[in-house]
């Protein structure tokens, strides 16, 4: 609904790759906060 309507394609098609990148970049955000 969302490619018809917004015209947009996500940029990974594999859940797998999706589901790492976010963990990736939760983790990096998890070690920026805790820094001092």
Do not use: C, K, M
Request: hydrophobic share 35%; charged share 30%; aromatic share 8%.
């Amino acid at each position: 609904r969302i490619r018809a309507t917004l015209g947009w394609t996500p940029r990974y098609q594999d859940l797998d790759t999706i589901v790492g990148h976010a963990l990736a970049w939760e983790d990096t955000l998890r070690r920026r906060n805790s820094r001092p």
